[in-house]
């Protein structure tokens, strides 16, 4: 029902714009997510957007480099991460909840295939 495009391979302090396409109606996900996954670690949240007047909600980690946005019209969900940097390199994955939720990936309902990012020189 999700799926990602727009990963790949980019130098430190490049950008890639993330973009996840739902099969519905993004209207009916109250919340959606982009969460990230390196080997041997738990998925994180790294960014949330619900249907809510809230603002977004960033991991710490990104906050002022990526920005969410979702185009409820077109059904899409956007990444935009600028001044990439090599830790930011993982699995990234589109994620939906219909319910109001934190940025918690056990939280959420739907799931992308993943798409991988690599920040490298």
């Known amino acids: 029902q999700l799926v990602e495009s727009g990963g790949g391979l980019v130098q430190p302090g490049g950008s890639l714009r993330l973009s996840c396409a739902t099969s519905?109606?993004?209207?009916?996900?109250?919340?959606i997510g982009w969460f990230r996954q390196t080997p041997g670690k738990e998925r994180e949240g790294v960014s949330c957007i619900s249907n809510s007047y809230d603002g977004p909600y960033y991991a710490d980690s990104v906050k002022g480099r990526f920005t969410i946005s979702r185009d409820n019209g077109q059904n899409m969900v956007y990444l935009q991460m600028n001044s990439l940097k090599p830790e930011d390199t993982a699995v990234y994955y589109c994620a939906a909840s219909r319910q109001r939720v934190a940025c918690v990936f056990s939280l959420f309902n739907y799931w992308g295939q993943g798409t991988q990012v690599t920040v490298s020189s």
């Open positions: 519905r109606f993004t209207r009916d996900y109250y919340t």
